[in-house]
């Protein structure tokens, strides 16, 4: 069965999916009447999600992107995370910012696709959490910040 991916109102994004992206139910549902949705079908099942909101002056930042765990590792995530990117290098965006931790194969997986380390913010998930959050035992502290920028396009 073919991958579908498409655009869909931000009031019908998949929460239970965007939840394993990012455990703050309160920020998901502040970022996303300002964003735009993307999910991925598999027949009538929702696999994934991805979310992407406007920054001005051409850059555009991706707020989440997540894949249903039973149906990870299947190229669903990297599809989509290819399909949302020649999106927006076709509607002549300037640059694609994403923030993730430190650590972790999400690191690997943007940067297959072309972004790039641009900052760090220490503390990030200290300061936008009130829990703290660990993935494979390791206390998240610190987010990277990855660009991808479109050669050719200007704002
Ligand atoms: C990140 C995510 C969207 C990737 O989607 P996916 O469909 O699993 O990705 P793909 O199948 O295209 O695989 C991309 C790479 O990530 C690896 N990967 C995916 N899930 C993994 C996991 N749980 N543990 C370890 N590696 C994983 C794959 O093995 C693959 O690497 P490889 O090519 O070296 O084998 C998905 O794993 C996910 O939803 N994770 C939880 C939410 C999350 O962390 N979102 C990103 C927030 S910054």
């Not at 964003?35 to 009538?44: D, E």
């Not at 002056?57 to 991706?62: M, Q, R, T, V, Y």
């Amino acid at each position: 069965m073919s991958l579908r991916i498409q655009e869909v109102p931000a009031a019908e994004a998949p929460l239970e999916l965007l939840l394993l992206a990012d455990p703050s139910e309160e920020k998901i549902r502040s970022y996303l009447p300002e964003s735009r949705c993307f999910v991925a079908s598999r027949g009538a099942v929702v696999v994934g999600a991805c979310v992407v909101q406007p920054r001005g002056a051409g850059a555009h930042e991706l707020m989440s992107i997540a894949v249903l765990p039973e149906h990870q590792k299947s190229g669903y995530g990297t599809a989509l995370l290819r399909w949302v990117v020649d999106l927006y290098r076709r509607a002549g965006a300037r640059q694609l910012e994403v923030g993730t931790g430190t650590f972790g194969y999400q690191l690997a997986f943007y940067q297959r696709q072309g972004f790039r380390v641009t900052s760090i913010d220490r503390d990030f998930f200290v300061r936008s959490y009130p829990e703290p959050i660990f993935e494979n035992g390791i206390q998240l502290f610190d987010m990277l910040r990855l660009t991808l920028r479109y050669p050719g396009n200007v704002a």
